[in-house]
T-cell receptor, first 114, second 114 residues
Framework: KAGVTQTPRYLIKTRGQQVTLSCSPISGHRSVSWYQQTPGQGLQFLFEYFSETQRNKGNFPGRFSGRQFSNSRSEMNVSTLELGDSALYLC?????????????FGPGTRLTVT | DQQVKQNSPSLSVQEGRISILNCDYTNSMFDYFLWYKKYPAEGPTFLISISSIKDKNEDGRFTVFLNKSAKHLSLHIVPSQPGDSAVYFCAASDRREYGNKLVFGAGTILRVKS
């Protein structure tokens, strides 16, 4: 079974621009979560989507948004990029049910804001 | 506030010996704990998990121990192999949170010397 895929893998943007990252979950997984990893803050939860609805949201500004499509694929968008948004953005998917909290991560998208 | 703490930034172990990675938490509402391993340029890989109703879970060379009264968990790897060299993250889930939000520790770098 194919793992979680994320595109693009690397991205360089300029301050003030906006960016969209894409995530395709493992087949059959309906939950998709997004995390930001930085050297200073570690891995931090951004938001989670299940059946096209946002179920939970972390402590990030409104510039960070996401959505999920009917095939469970998800996108996250960051508007008005700031230098501090440079990070590795990780997507994770999981099954519903008793093992829902076991999340399987993709390789991440490395975003650099200049 | 750091709810999940991995106080050892790094650990070095000889091949064949036991590796013990530690994690402390402060939130008494955490009811599910997970360990992830991360290689450079890859996303975290799920290793093993434990529910708060248990105190031990074993999967091959990996065993996780949970001490709820001390709010402490540990991951034992026996025997350690050079391929285990990676960053290990402890993560936890709060029973009050809707969905699959995970709170991560800062990680411990494990080096297994051959």
């Amino acid at each position: 079974k194919a793992g979680v895929t994320q595109t693009p893998r690397y991205l360089i943007k300029t301050r003030g621009q906006q960016v969209t990252l894409s995530c395709s979950p493992i087949s059959g997984h309906r939950s998709v979560s997004w995390y930001q990893q930085t050297p200073g803050q570690g891995l931090q939860f951004l938001f989670e989507y299940f059946s096209e609805t946002q179920r939970n949201k972390g402590n990030f500004p409104g510039r960070f948004s996401g959505r999920q499509f009917s095939n469970s694929r998800s996108e996250m968008n960051v508007s008005t990029l700031e230098l501090g948004d440079s990070a590795l953005y990780l997507c994770a998917s999981s099954l519903a049910g008793i093992r829902a909290r076991e999340q399987y991560f993709g390789p991440g998208t490395r975003l650099t804001v200049t | 506030d750091q709810q999940v703490k991995q106080n050892s930034p790094s650990l070095s172990v000889q091949e064949g010996r036991i590796s013990i990675l530690n994690c402390d938490y402060t939130n008494s509402m955490f009811d599910y704990f997970l360990w992830y391993k991360k290689y450079p340029a890859e996303g975290p890989t799920f290793l093993i998990s434990i529910s708060s109703i248990k105190d031990k879970n074993e999967d091959g060379r990996f065993t996780v121990f949970l001490n709820k009264s001390a709010k402490h968990l540990s991951l034992h790897i026996v025997p350690s192999q050079p391929g285990d060299s990676a960053v290990y993250f402890c993560a936890a889930s709060d029973r009050r949170e809707y969905g699959n939000k995970l709170v991560f520790g800062a990680g411990t770098i494990l080096r297994v010397k051959s």
